[in-house]
């Protein structure tokens, strides 16, 4: 019998790991993962009121906090936010990845403002002192911003220690990129940088690497006041949702282990068009 070549062995693989056996198995509901939101904060009401639509409670109660300074604990969580974009995105995590912990770090806060230095210690906070595994950032912070250069490299470390701490952040691209480049989201790898795209379904994303951004998700959110407004802010959460109903079903993968089964499920996804 002649011994399979790579070729085949890698086809057999690909074969193995499709959508259906991933993403559709009905133990990958997010539970046990902790996504943190850096964004305008969340709704609880309205989540509440999301999830009796979908015929189910909340699965866990949301926490978090409201980052006001770079330094110190936050304010506590109070159920609110400052404004209502956050809310949109976690409903989009919420519907695709129902039994996720969902922690919510207010960068804005009463001011409606974020500074850099106030995402970094969020961004930390949530890595350090809520332990989450996946940290959406559906914001971006414009080139000049970053100015002077240390600034930017200070960004680019808060997302390496991430990385070597197995949390996976999922940032969104510039809805205008590449003419203007958008941080952190360029800083991919080691974080995942999502771009918009209208898809059939809400599972469906694509491995598409333009301009530092790799992959594209749906667009569209489900609540709020503009979330039939095609944009990345709302691709990232979606494919914030897929990959915790990945690390459900296995916990302690890290994250060059679920980009990579990001990408071979895309591949699977271009290959049945």
């Known amino acids: 019998m002649e011994p399979e070549t790579p070729s085949d ?25 902790r996504v943190a939101i850096l964004d305008t904060g969340i709704e609880q009401s309205v989540i509440e009121r999301r999830c009796q639509e979908r015929g189910r409670a909340l699965a866990s109660p949301i926490q978090g906090g409201i980052f006001v300074s770079a330094q110190g604990p936050p304010r506590p969580y109070e159920g609110k936010a400052s404004a209502p974009h956050g809310t949109t995105v976690a409903d989009i995590v919420l519907t695709l990845a129902p039994e996720v912990e969902l922690w919510s770090a207010d960068v804005f806060g009463p001011r409606g403002i974020c500074d850099v230095e106030t995402l970094l210690h ?82 469906r994303f694509a491995y598409a690497p333009r301009h530092q951004v790799e992959f594209q998700a749906h667009a569209r959110g489900y609540v709020g006041p503009f979330r039939d407004e095609a944009a990345t802010s709302w691709a990232a959460p979606h494919l914030t949702g897929i990959a915790a109903r990945i690390l459900s079903l296995r916990p302690d993968m890290k994250p060059f282990e679920l980009k990579t089964i990001l990408y071979w499920l895309s591949r699977h996804y271009e290959a049945a068009r």
């Open 9 to 33: 062995v890698f086809t057999e693989i690909f074969r193995l790991l499709t959508p259906e056996r991933l993403l559709q198995d009905p133990r990958a509901t997010g539970r046990g993962v």
């Open 122 to 203: 969020a961004l930390r906070w949530a890595v350090e002192n809520w332990q989450c595994k996946i940290l959406n950032l559906s914001l971006g912070i414009p080139e000049p911003r970053l100015q002077p250069m240390p600034r930017r490299w200070q960004v680019l470390q808060a997302i390496e220690d991430a990385y070597a701490r197995d949390v996976l952040v999922v940032a969104a691209a510039h809805n205008e990129h590449p003419l203007t480049r958008s941080y952190p989201a360029v800083f991919a790898p080691p974080l995942l940088s999502v771009d918009k795209r209208l898809f059939g379904e809400a599972l």
